[in-house]
């Protein structure tokens, strides 16, 4: 099982990015996809998942109204819409399934990781 996680970039403050992870070897369904930040001196953070069959979506409060998981349309891909993005967004993000039970904000509940994609935010 691999993730591929795409998409980051350069952008100024208030910009907009938007995240692909995409899977092979197997589809999301059934699963949970997690979305995780690690920040350079940080710890890596949760920022937001989607229990897929469900569709339902949780978020770090501090991303809330800015940051979204939009309802996928593929079985093998999942998005982070990333909108009014500030500096403190900068962060290498990370893709995560393979849910393993547990608090699906922490990454520990997650078996497989992507290589993680760098966003940039300038002020």
């Known amino acids: 099982v691999q993730l591929q996680a795409s998409g980051g970039g350069s952008v100024q403050a208030g910009g907009s990015l938007r995240l692909s992870c995409a899977t092979s070897g197997r589809t999301f369904s059934g699963d949970v996809v997690g979305w995780f930040r690690q920040a350079p001196g940080k710890e890596r953070e949760f920022v937001a998942a989607i229990v897929w069959n469900l569709g339902t979506t949780h978020y770090l409060d501090s991303v809330k109204g800015r940051i979204t998981i939009p309802r996928p349309n593929a079985q093998d891909t999942a998005y982070l819409e990333m909108n009014s993005l500030n500096p403190e967004d900068t962060a290498v993000y990370y893709c995560?399934?393979?849910?393993?039970?547990?608090?699906?904000?922490?990454?520990?509940?997650?078996?497989?990781w992507g290589q993680g994609t760098q966003v940039t935010v300038s002020s």
């Open positions: 995560a399934a393979g849910y393993r039970g547990g608090v699906l904000r922490r990454a520990s509940a997650y078996a497989y």
